[in-house]
């Protein structure tokens, strides 16, 4: 079923439709490879709720979100094993939304936010757009993957430092933490009296000898600095519905956090409440089976494609479908691989040094795409750098 072609161009798609704009690509001969959405029809059980909203025919004002409720924390115990109170969750308009009010609620501007870099772009961007003050801390490699240097990261802490953003599972590079390295996170929050920010949205996407373990449940103890962060969205294909949630167990941090959100008179929308509710079933559970089983083979696909070429090395993911490949091999500039990949390979990517420091000479790879596109953009890929061959 994920082989299905779903054509993307012209429907406002962001990834497609703003390829030329946003990468210098032209969406009719480009790949588009950047933004991390894909190009999958969403599960059927999503599809069959939101019909039924549709034959309705009415959208008004909810009122019971009772179901959804327990849909989340049916998902999490069973997938993730964490068995949270419906209580504790807080719906915002997607995990940058979630990001926004954490710093709104719970910092000044020119208070530090600090995460470990390289790491999802929008950590810094959402950090400036609210006038705090980025702080990065950079991550060591060991051969093939990224581990925690807690003295570079206690260094880097001053009191004015008010929030960790981390990441688990690790975007760009697929890492996912093991329990006792979540729960050294957080006990260099609790060292700092940071809020803990656990972007944990990829974990359902996590390839076969690998587990995501959610910060509730590594480091319980520190919950009452918690704020983790999830959503259907990069699962099921739902980003433009603009749903996710927070569960946040300290009664003291919630009310805050909904006292701001109220101030700003945010309320959930139904369609992606009833599409989450839905996702978050015994039927969507079989169906992310069958995907990550998918995507398990595009990595292999991708990853075996690029390690053909000489100086170019992808890192084996664990998890999500990005796919983090190294170029330092090539001697090659920034300036000079983009321009291989835009122009001569014609694919749009995310370039690396947007993802901070260590990032400057990677680019990020969406693999969320159909097989035959997946071997058309290494097939691209290796023509674009026959030359090193």
Request: with cysteine; proline share 6%; glycine share 8%.
């Amino acid at each position: 079923m994920f082989d299905e072609k779903l054509e993307r161009r012209g429907t406002h798609c962001t990834k497609w439709d703003r390829l030329q704009e946003n990468c210098g690509v032209d969406p009719d001969e480009g790949i588009a490879m950047w933004v991390a959405d894909s190009d999958f029809r969403t599960a059927p059980p999503v599809l069959s709720a939101l019909q039924a909203m549709v034959d309705h025919g009415a959208f008004g004002y909810g009122c019971d979100d009772a179901g959804y409720r327990t849909a989340v924390g049916w998902w999490q115990q069973t997938r993730h094993r964490w068995a949270i109170d419906p209580d504790w969750i807080v719906t915002t308009q997607g995990l940058g939304h979630a990001i926004g009010m954490v710093c709104e609620t719970f910092t000044q501007p020119g208070d530090g936010v600090c995460f470990f870099t390289p790491v999802y772009h929008e950590f810094r961007n959402k950090t400036l757009r609210a006038e705090r003050r980025p702080v990065e801390i950079p991550l060591a490699r060991e051969g093939d993957r990224y581990v925690l240097d807690f003295d570079a990261a206690d260094a880097a802490m001053d009191p004015s430092v008010k929030v960790l953003l981390f990441c688990a599972p690790q975007n760009p590079s697929g890492r996912v933490w093991t329990a006792d390295e979540m729960r050294a996170v957080a006990e260099f929050a609790a060292r700092h009296d940071l809020i803990l920010v656990s972007d944990e949205v990829h974990g359902d996407l996590v390839f076969p000898g690998s587990r995501h373990v959610p910060m509730g449940v590594a480091a319980p103890e520190h919950s009452d600095r918690l704020i983790a962060m999830s959503a259907s969205s990069k699962t099921f294909n739902l980003p433009g519905l603009r749903t996710g949630y927070a569960i946040i167990p300290d009664n003291t941090l919630r009310a805050a956090y909904m006292r701001r959100l109220s101030m700003l008179e945010y309320a959930p929308a139904t369609v992606g409440v009833t599409a989450t509710q839905a996702a978050y079933s015994p039927e969507g559970a079989a169906w992310v089976d069958d995907l990550v089983d998918y995507l398990d083979g595009n990595r292999r696909v991708f990853d075996a494609g690029i390690d053909a070429i000489p100086g170019l090395h992808s890192m084996p993911l664990q998890s999500t479908f990005l796919a983090w490949v190294d170029f330092a091999g090539t001697g090659m500039t920034p300036e000079e691989i983009a321009a291989r990949i835009r122009d001569e390979a014609k694919i749009g990517v995310s370039p690396g040094p947007g993802f901070g420091a260590g990032g400057e000479l990677f680019n990020r790879f969406n693999l969320a795409t159909h097989r035959s596109v997946v071997e058309e953009a290494v097939a691209r890929m290796q023509q674009a750098f026959s030359d090193l061959q």
